[in-house]
């Protein structure tokens, strides 16, 4: 059994110009030539889920605009069927928090997803941590961009040091934070973070991150407490599992990360 918790997809009408968008700022900012696992589509998801042996998907879709709740969240139920299971969508600056919580819980979300910068909302705000709260309170997992990212310059409003301080606030057992802890942030991770009762997900840092400091972090955190993500398109299933391997850990921690916790989170 293998579960990807930590997935992108997109509807087929903007699918190719988001990820053409995203391609660029990777390429202006940090002259990043990323190349994509697959084509973005649910149809397309299906399809390279198949091709890594891949058995159920969580997507994350990021709402940026407040505006964009109820599409986003319609594209979200449409699109869960058993093999993908998506997140809900919510901004920091939404109206009615407490309400909108709730009506996701009530549609069955079982999470929602949080980029602090791509929302232009400090991870330790008020705002932030006031949604953190109404959505941990009612049970409902939040997965947070954290650390840093490819396609912006800092500051960045998911650091570390913000992340800290927001966990000091919240219930820390229904956090996943993406990118082992934090993007190109590891040393910080280790410092900060590490104990936690945070989730960490394996999500796109195969191509970054130290092997050595990698299995050290797992070993530290705890296997019961990271989860397998590639974040697709932007790395295969098939480079993150290879990397995860390359740990070389047990095999009952291998299980945890690659499809037990996720079982327990989903409640599958």
């Known amino acids: 059994m293998l579960i990807d918790f930590h997935v992108h997809t997109f509807p087929e009408s903007i699918a190719e110009k988001t990820l053409q968008l ?4 990777m390429r202006d900012t940090y002259n990043i030539d990323q190349t994509l696992s697959y084509g973005g589509t649910p ?9 890594n042996d891949v058995d159920i998907s969580v997507t ?4 940026t605009k407040p505006s964009q709740y109820e599409s986003i969240n319609k594209f979200a139920r449409s699109i869960t069927n058993g093999k993908i299971i998506s997140f809900g969508a919510i901004h920091p600056h939404n109206t009615d928090i407490e309400y909108k919580i709730c009506e996701l819980k009530e549609q069955g979300f079982k999470g929602i ?8 909302t400090n991870a330790d705000s008020d705002e932030f941590i006031h949604l953190v709260k109404c959505a941990t309170e009612k049970g409902i997992y939040v997965t947070i961009h954290a650390g840093h990212d490819t396609g912006i310059l800092p500051p960045f409003k998911g650091d570390i040091m913000r992340i800290r301080k927001m966990l000091d606030k919240v219930d820390n057992s229904f956090i996943i934070l993406a990118h082992m802890g934090g993007f190109n942030q590891w040393n910080e991770v280790e410092k900060y973070i590490i104990n936690s009762k945070a989730y960490f997900d394996l999500s796109v840092v195969s191509r970054f991150i130290d092997i050595n400091q990698y299995r050290r972090i797992i070993e530290n955190h705890g296997a019961d407490r990271i989860l397998f993500g590639s974040d697709m398109p932007w790395e295969s299933p098939a480079d993150t599992l290879r990397f995860l391997k390359k740990a070389d850990i047990s095999d009952k921690d291998f299980e945890l990360i690659t499809h037990k916790n996720a ?3 989903l409640g599958i």
């Not at 995203?22 to 700022?25: D, K, M, T, V």
């Open 113 to 120: 997803k949080l980029h602090p910068d791509y929302q232009d």
């Open 43 to 51: 149809h397309l998801l299906l399809e390279s889920m198949k091709e």
């Open 263 to 265: 079982e327990r989170i």
């Open 22 to 25: 995203l391609l660029g700022n």
């Open 60 to 63: 994350m879709p990021i709402a």
